[in-house]
T-cell receptor
Framework: EDQVTQSPEALRLQEGESSSLNCSYTVSGLRGLFWYRQDPGKGPEFLFTLYSAGEEKEKERLKATLTKKESFLHITAPKPEDSATYLCAVEDNYGQNFVFGPGTRLSVLP | KAGVTQTPRYLIKTRGQQVTLSCSPISGHRSVSWYQQTPGQGLQFLFEYFSETQRNKGNFPGRFSGRQFSNSRSEMNVSTLELGDSALYLC?????????????FGSGTRLTVV
């Protein structure tokens, strides 16, 4: 059964304090790993898709990396507006399963 | 361009009633997927429609159903509501079937069952 776990469950950072969020997955053949950002009262907003181990994607202060077992979302010098819940999800090779992790709730304090 | 529109935004229903939620995808998008989000279970896949046909279904009871119209708009229906159906229901549209083509989510319908 495809599974996705994320850690930590919640993270509080001071503005400018860099850190990483973890997404560990078990899937019967990975088609893609996706990162989303969700603000309170809104739907998830797409950030990145990673397809193979070693791949990296960057967007502003965010950088996502992928290994065969996990993905990291690195946040460099975060700002309060980066506060949100970050979700990762995996799609299997058959395109039949798309499973979300529980998310990491990030708070960046000014 | 207009995003994914879900109506209504908020809904309060009584146990045993039924409810219909609506989703209008981005213009040109032919796939609509529905998800249930709760604090305990997170985001769980309900079903996906593409070209008016259900292409994939999650592990939910038959009380949850959906359909897609020729203009790609989709509705989901929940019959005989239970307290545990209280959740944020999200729809996501994409150009083609599956998340690899890029999901765009709506803001959701917050359903409260009392």
């Amino acid at each position: 059964e495809d599974q996705v776990t994320q850690s930590p469950e919640a993270l509080r950072l001071q503005e400018g304090e860099s850190s990483s969020l973890n997404c560990s997955y078990t899937v019967s053949g990975l088609r893609g790993l996706f990162w989303y950002r969700q603000d309170p009262g809104k739907g998830p907003e797409f950030l990145f898709t990673l397809y193979s181990a070693g791949e990296e994607k960057e967007k502003e202060r965010l950088k996502a990396t992928l290994t065969k077992k996990e993905s990291f979302l690195h946040i460099t010098a975060p700002k309060p507006e980066d506060s949100a819940t970050y979700l990762c999800a995996v799609e299997d090779n058959y395109g039949q399963n798309f499973v979300f992790g529980p998310g990491t709730r990030l708070s960046v304090l000014p | 361009k207009a995003g994914v529109t879900q109506t209504p935004r908020y809904l309060i229903k009584t146990r045993g009633q039924q409810v219909t939620l609506s989703c209008s995808p981005i213009s040109g998008h032919r796939s609509v997927s529905w998800y249930q989000q709760t604090p305990g279970q997170g985001l769980q896949f309900l079903f996906e429609y593409f070209s008016e046909t259900q292409r994939n279904k999650g592990n939910f009871p038959g009380r949850f159903s959906g359909r897609q119209f020729s203009n790609s708009r989709s509705e989901m229906n929940v019959s005989t509501l239970e307290l545990g159906d209280s959740a944020l229901y999200l729809c996501a549209s994409s150009l083609a079937q599956g998340p690899s083509y890029g999901y765009t989510f709506g803001s959701g319908t917050r359903l409260t069952v009392v």
